[in-house]
């Protein structure tokens, strides 16, 4: 067993978790599906993203992360739904910066389904459930890393990460971390640099008080890509070139940024009480610049002239957000007759201020885009013929741009939305975690949520203001029996509540509201093989679906089942197994959307495998190999149903050699070449092309 700052880790599984509860609990006595990847799985695999690390998670798909500041709602998704993402334990609204750095993480806990009780802050509880992301912290001894990756298209990752206590006796520690990314891609034009620095100080007079603060600034930026359209990849006469960037090659880089500062106060009031005040404050801004192809049904699906040409527009989503939480909690741990209690009391306040604009130059062809095509208007501006792309036309910021009229006299510059948005949560809650005769562990608990929308839009279709409030007692109980050493079986509920923030429609009078009901086993054999399986149903109300420009509300609904497992017969082998199955739909007919349709980017079915040996032997001691596989099943584009890509699969491999000073490793993502399309999320009807084979070399100094 190794003890780092997020809790104790035996090769590749975590001990406990503190994402469900607030406290570190025992992961077999929560009564829901938490999966933990610690720092020792990271290392193994070398993901070069979070969306990549998570695939490990049964049900659980990221963002393509070639998009900066894209246009979705979440950034990841969890049973079907959209799932916040945190920094430890606190949202970070819209995953500003460098999303992907992964010199600070320590762990990664994914908490599954509505999580109300504990968690408000930004729009609310999570949805679909929680991307955490557990930060390092400073430790008593001195040690360092310092790294660099060199790979394909001209990758260059530099990292380091040093833990240097101020004073001797350890009440003042410091730790910092920090890294570079520089890579080209496989895909025409795309070239990409982020960076992230994270410094940590922690205060304490090692008996009852503890003070972290932690700095957080980071930037990602690269040209926005818009995918492909399903004609010319999935369907059509012709095939579009799988590399091809649409727009100009000299357009602005888009770019995505954020910086934070997050207060950590801990405090033993007594041997039973304890407190703990978390706050954090950030401020952030992204700006994506596109040149969009649009074509016959007003998205970028299908052409406007066919085979193969689009209509041309410039387009630009820009966006502030600032962010101000503050969570305190008292906790009490005793013990009372045959029971072991955790009782947990707490408030937290939120308040986000968003301001956005969405504008479009259609470049002459808005008659075109919003009258049933040129066959109608006699007229149109720039094309783009993708089977032979030429981009002719420059991109310029169409809030720069004049307002000027076509033949028909329609206006060409659209300011879709200007937005001024203010989101604030509060809540109040209660918990009780009991475990009676050391078989039954009890979790129940109540929270009084309230929300609150402000909207300002001066934009040209929906102007006006927006103001909504709601207030809503939200519970979460479940159980875990011990039906045997080693074999538990739970159950339990939970509801959510939120509001969605980013351009969300005017005259929305309600949060969206979720429930949840889930079941399933929680095993450990011998220590060996752990794991969880799990049936589950989440229901939503009044959610926002994006179609094209136009925001639709809906209800929906998911269920399915999954099985997260690890194998670790020996200290020398690790096996990873995961597989998910959801059914996602929509549970009401929409415009264009009938009830029944499944949800776009969602595959029904999806799993993993990763198996790692680490060698003993006197000439081999520090070398380790591995190797993985993740599937997905065929998913929809569209909401509408029309288009579908087919399944895949992505194998990767390493071989790495490490002591107590050194290290290398060599990886190989898409090992077997392997060549498919995944669903983009943009206007509607766009897919992405599978990343090229691609191999990655570190090497790194350690102390």
Not at 168 to 174: A, C, D, P
Not at 368 to 378: T, Y
Not at 505 to 534: C, H, M
Not at 659 to 669: D, M, S
């Amino acid at each position: 067993t190794t003890l780092t700052t997020a809790g104790p880790v035996q090769g590749y599984r975590a001990l406990s978790a503190m994402s469900a509860t607030k406290s570190a609990t025992p992961i077999e006595q929560i009564p829901q599906s938490i999966q933990v990847l610690p720092h020792s799985i990271l290392d193994d695999q070398k993901p070069l993203t979070v969306s990549e690390a998570v695939q490990n998670v049964s049900n659980v798909q990221g963002p393509n992360t070639r998009s900066i500041g894209d246009t979705q709602f979440y950034p990841y998704t969890i049973r079907g739904f959209g799932a916040q993402a945190w920094l430890d334990g606190m949202v970070m609204p819209f995953s500003l910066g460098d999303r992907d750095a992964m010199a600070n993480v320590e762990r990664i806990e994914v908490l599954k389904g509505p999580n109300a009780i504990l968690y408000g802050g930004g729009g609310g509880a999570p949805i679909g459930g929680a991307i955490n992301i557990v930060s390092k912290l400073p430790t008593a001894t001195p040690s360092g890393e310092f790294g660099i990756t060199f790979g394909s298209h001209r990758y260059v990752q530099t990292y380091f990460d040093v833990n240097q206590p101020i004073t001797t006796n350890g009440t003042v520690l410091f730790r910092t971390t920090g890294e570079y990314t520089g890579t080209n891609s496989f895909i025409d034009v795309l070239e990409q640099d982020r960076y992230s620095i994270n410094p940590t100080l922690t205060l304490t007079n090692k008996t009852d008080t503890t003070l972290t603060i932690q700095g957080h600034i980071s930037k990602s930026q690269q040209q926005a890509y818009q995918g492909l359209p399903v004609t010319g990849t999935l369907v059509g006469g012709f095939r579009a070139d799988r590399n091809l960037f649409i727009g100009p090659a000299d357009i602005p880089r888009s770019f995505s940024e954020v910086m934070g500062l997050t207060v950590t106060l801990d405090h033993k009031l007594s041997e039973i009480w304890s407190a703990n005040v978390k706050a954090r404050w950030s401020k952030g801004s992204s700006q994506q610049n596109s040149q969009l192809v649009t074509g016959f049904d007003g998205t970028g699906a299908t052409p406007e002239i066919p085979p193969s040409t689009w209509l041309l527009a410039n387009s630009v989503l820009a966006e502030e957000l600032e962010e101000f939480s503050i969570n305190p909690t008292l906790t009490a741990k005793f013990r009372l007759a045959n029971t072991k209690n955790v009782v947990l009391f707490g408030a937290d306040y939120s308040r986000v201020t968003e301001k956005g604009q969405l504008a479009v130059d259609y470049l002459g062809s808005a008659c075109a885009a919003f009258f049933g095509g040129i066959g109608a208007c006699g007229f149109s501006g720039p094309t783009v013929d993708l089977n032979n792309p030429v981009f002719g036309v420059p991109w310029i910021d169409p809030r720069n741009v004049p307002q000027y009229q076509d033949f028909f006299g329609i206006d060409q510059v659209a300011m879709f939305a200007d937005v001024k948005n203010v989101f604030t949560t509060k809540g109040i809650y209660g918990q009780l975690q009991s475990s009676i005769y050391d078989r039954l562990h009890v979790l129940a608990g109540v929270r009084l949520a309230n929300i609150e929308m402000k909207q300002v839009d001066s934009g040209d279709f929906t102007p006006g203001t927006t103001v909504a409030e709601d207030t809503k007692l939200l519970p979460r109980i479940g159980a875990v029996f011990d039906v045997a050493k080693g074999l538990s079986v739970y159950a339990s509920y939970s509801e959510g509540m939120r509001a969605v923030a980013r351009f969300s429609p005017v005259g929305r009078s309600l949060p969206e509201y979720s429930r949840q009901g889930e079941a399933g086993l929680k095993f450990r054999i011998n220590d060996q093989l752990t794991g969880t399986v799990a049936v589950f149903k989440i229901e939503r109300d009044n959610v926002p679906v994006n179609s094209g420009f136009n925001t639709l509300l809906a209800s929906q609904e998911a269920q399915g089942y999954e099985a997260d497992l690890l194998w670790q017969p020996t200290r020398n082998w690790q096996v990873i197994g995961s597989y998910g199955n959801t059914v996602a739909r929509f549970s009401d007919s929409l415009l264009g959307v009938a009830a029944g349709n499944k949800f776009p980017i969602v595959p029904e079915h999806s799993g993993r495998v990763w198996v790692n040996y680490r060698f003993d032997e006197p000439l081999l001691k520090g070398l380790s190999i591995g190797a993985g596989i993740y599937a997905a099943s065929s998913q929809f584009v569209d909401a509408a149903n029309l288009y579908k890509v087919d399944g895949f699969y992505m194998v990767d491999a390493k071989i790495a050699y490490d002591t107590e000073f050194f290290k290398a490793a060599l990886h190989v993502k898409n090992l077997t070449g392997n060549e498919y399309f995944v669903p983009y999320a943009f206007l509607g009807g766009q897919v992405a092309p599978s990343d090229a084979r691609a191999v990655y070399g570190t090497v790194a100094y350690k102390y």
